[in-house]
């Protein structure tokens, strides 16, 4: 990426942010070179993650939710990331979130883009962050990540966003507990969409009441409060986030200024208690992991020769040697080389 | 290096109801290891250049049943040359009179399809257009 395509994104050029994601989704090398050239550019964008059960009207929030946004007075930039699966048979994927979003594509201050998770566990694809990264630099000033129909696994959303959304629909008597522990410890805001369906306000008090168990049992608010005690924070210690559960109907805008108002309260709290920075400190040590473990990853297949690691995995096969023992074997043997 | 996907964008532009045939090429683009970006009904040409654009596909796929594609399949061309997409390839679907195909061709359409066509001839001409290209 050069000078020239750096500026031509963080001036606004569609086409050239369009590409740079695409580098960057297939890891190519140009994309690593933009990753490198945008990173200081970063850092400015406010993540919102967006998860909750297949069908829960994620991608109807996320319409309604970026409506609401362009509306206001400084009218933010919005980037949309909207995941979905990847068959594990085909390799291909059928990325539908656009269909919900119909009010947004004729807007210059939105930009949508759906990525397959291409293997990815977790509710994310392995690029989801890195086009976080290239929108945060092109200056767009909210992100939504949407991810895949999620289950009680799929929460790597948490790393990535500032502020996780966890969508449930209403339910009625036992399948209220459909929002598994996992995934509801990791809401900073819940909702509660297809309120317009019975149930709505029984699902209500009872995440309130679950939340409020939580809340009471570790004094704090799940795991987000809990890292807070920094130089920022000392100053003045936080009252800890006690995540709010809204309702709204998303097909009908209904509820979502409150939503909005929650997600801007969050904020608000993010940064005054310091948190913030400990989310970003925490992301950026991730990714460092990551990357460490990625280049040891490609440095050690480099240098295992095909020969070598089939031969070692035949005496695997044939019970002469454990797994453990055979890797051990090959990172020895080429440490040797 | 994992391989470069390709990436559809399947769309129906005007006001057509008829959403039976996209989503049978969707879905068959997608068993055949395509990524395929449905929009969904009643899309303008703007929008659906548009949503190229955003997406970074490579081929466009329209599918008009409404007997409206020789305004609305010029149109989507140039509004798509107009974001800087004049690149893509167009595959267009449905109700299209046997007359009509030389006009959409000569538009820049790579090639059209009508009722009972079968899935895997397309999935076979889009990665023969796409192959074609890169040996280019
Ligand atoms: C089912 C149907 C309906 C259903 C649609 C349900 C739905 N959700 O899709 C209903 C009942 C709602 C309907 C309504 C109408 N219909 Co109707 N309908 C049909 C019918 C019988 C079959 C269409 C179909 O689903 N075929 C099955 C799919 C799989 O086939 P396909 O769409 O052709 O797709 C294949 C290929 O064309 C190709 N393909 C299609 N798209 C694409 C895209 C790409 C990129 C590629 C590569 C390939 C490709 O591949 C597909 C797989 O082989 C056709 C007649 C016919 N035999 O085609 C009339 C027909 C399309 N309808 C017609 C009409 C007039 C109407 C109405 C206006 C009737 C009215 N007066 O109210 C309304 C309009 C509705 C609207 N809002 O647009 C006319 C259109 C005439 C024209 N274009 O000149 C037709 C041709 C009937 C006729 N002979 O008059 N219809
Ligand atoms: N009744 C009702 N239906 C809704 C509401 N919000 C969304 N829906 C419908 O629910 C269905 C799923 O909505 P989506 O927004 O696609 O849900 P999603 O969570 O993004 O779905 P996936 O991405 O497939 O997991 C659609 O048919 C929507 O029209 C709502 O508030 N009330
Ligand atoms: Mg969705």
Redesign the interface.
């Known amino acids: 990426m050069n000078a020239q395509e750096v500026k031509n994104l963080i001036r606004g050029d569609r086409l050239t942010l369009s590409r740079i994601l695409s580098q960057v989704e297939s890891q190519s090398e140009a994309g690593r070179q933009a990753l490198e050239a945008l990173f200081p550019f970063t850092g400015r964008a406010h993540k919102i993650g967006i998860t909750g059960a297949p069908g829960a009207g994620k991608s109807s929030l996320v319409n309604a939710l970026t409506r609401q946004l362009r509306r206001q007075p400084d009218a933010p930039k919005v980037a949309i990331i909207a995941v979905d699966p990847t068959s594990p048979f085909s390799g291909g994927a059928l990325l539908g979130d656009r269909v919900r979003m119909p009010d947004l594509q004729r807007d210059p201050g939105v930009f949508i883009r759906s990525m397959a998770t291409r293997g990815a566990l977790g509710g994310l694809a392995a690029a989801t962050e890195a086009f976080s990264q290239v929108f945060d630099a092109a200056g767009y000033d909210i992100i939504l990540i949407e991810t895949v129909g999620a289950g009680q696994a799929e929460v790597e959303v948490v790393n990535l966003a500032h502020t996780t959304i966890v969508v449930d629909t209403p339910g009625t008597g036992d399948d209220i507990q459909a929002i598994k522990a996992g995934i509801l410890e990791i809401a900073d805001i819940l909702v509660i969409n297809k309120a317009d369906r019975p149930g709505a306000d029984q699902s209500v008090r009872y995440l309130q009441a679950m939340l409020e168990m939580g809340y009471a049992r570790s004094g704090t608010a799940g795991h987000h409060a809990s890292e807070t005690v920094n130089s920022v924070a000392a100053e003045k210690p936080a009252e800890p986030w006690l995540p709010p559960v809204l309702k709204t109907i998303a097909i009908e805008s209904q509820g979502i200024e409150d939503l909005l108002g929650a997600i801007q309260a969050h904020r608000k709290f993010l940064l005054e208690s310091g948190t913030w920075q400990v989310k970003e400190r925490q992301a950026l040590q991730k990714a460092i992991q990551r990357a460490i473990a990625q280049n040891l990853m490609d440095f050690w297949e480099a240098k295992i020769t095909p020969e070598l690691f089939e031969a070692t995995l035949q005496s695997v096969v044939e019970r002469k040697l454990s797994p453990e023992s055979a890797a051990q074997y090959l990172l020895q043997t080429i440490q040797g080389l | ?2 391989e ?2 390709i990436r559809v964008l399947i769309a129906k532009p005007g006001l057509d109801g008829h959403d039976r045939g996209a989503k049978v090429i ?2 068959a ?12 009904l ?2 303008t040409p ?2 659906i250049a ?2 190229a ?4 596909v490579d081929v466009v796929g329209l599918s008009i049943l409404s007997g409206a594609h020789n305004v609305l399949v010029p149109q989507v061309i140039q509004k798509l040359r107009e ?3 004049g690149d893509v390839f167009i595959f267009v679907g449905g109700i299209i009179p046997q007359a009509d195909i030389p006009g959409l061709l000569q538009a820049g359409v790579k090639k059209v399809y009508g009722p009972g066509t079968d899935t895997r001839e397309v999935c076979q001409d889009i990665r023969a257009a796409i192959a074609e290209r890169q040996q280019a």
């Not at chain 2, 683009?29 to 969904?40: F, K, P, Q, S």
């Not at chain 2, 654009?53 to 970074?56: A, I």
């Open positions: 290096m994992p470069k996907k969707a879905r683009l997608r068993d055949d290891g395509m990524e395929v970006i449905y929009t969904g009643r899309q703007q929008m548009e949503a654009l955003q997406e970074d974001v800087g997409k």
